[in-house]
Structure formats: C-alpha cells, structure tokens
C-alpha cells in the first residue's frame, strides 16, 4: 500500500503562484507514476500533471507553461509548482500514485484563485 498526505493549498490572487506538495509512504522510485489530478465544483476529476519513474512528464493543455511538476532526490515527495494561477485553477487537488497496477489517493488539498 502506498499513502499519500498532501499540503500547500491556500488561497491566492490570481496571477500568484503556489507550490503543492505529496509525500509518499514509500519512495517514489518504487511507483509507477505518480500525479495531479484535480475536481472543481460540478465538474468531473482531470488530470493535471504526472510524473513517470524515468522522469517523463505529461501536462494537461490547460496547463501547459505554468504547473511545473517534479520530485525530491530522496524520491519521497513530489511538488507541483504552479505559476500565473487563474480562477479557472481553483478545485482541490489530489495526489494520486500507480503502484502496482493499484491507483492509491491523497486527501487532496484545496487551491482557490481569487481577488
């Protein structure tokens, strides 16, 4: 089993910046991929960012040039920088890690953009 605790979310005007952070129970080498997802009010979870073993990244389009996602050398923490944040970023965020073929979930953290 893996267990993810995230924290950092907050509230921030928009064109701010916040940084998120995920830190597994086990080193993240060992997973498979490990990823944001988040879920505004009404609308279904989307995947934000993830973040494979070997380091590859993938974004979503709405995102693109403003999240950056990364981890720690020890492999247990994984961030997700977010840059010129807008309104239409505020959900909460998850953490989600595939270890094993299992997708596993962190309480998610909760982002709001707003003047």
């Known amino acids: 089993q893996v267990q993810l605790v995230e924290s950092g979310g907050g509230l921030v005007q928009p064109g701010g910046s916040l940084t998120l952070s995920c830190t597994a129970s086990?080193?993240?080498?060992?997973?498979?991929?490990m990823a944001w997802y988040r879920q505004a009010p009404g609308k279904e979870r989307e995947l934000v960012a993830r973040i494979t073993t070997g380091g590859s990244t993938t974004y979503a389009d709405s995102v693109k040039g403003r999240f950056t996602i990364s981890r720690d050398s020890a492999r247990t923490t994984v961030y997700l920088k977010m840059n010129s944040l807008k309104p239409d970023d505020t959900a909460v965020y998850y953490c989600?890690?595939?270890?094993?073929?299992?997708?596993?979930w962190g309480q998610g953290t909760q982002v709001t953009v707003s003047s």
């Open positions: 086990r080193t993240t080498f060992s997973i498979q991929t």
């Open positions: 989600n890690a595939l270890y094993r073929n299992i997708a596993y």
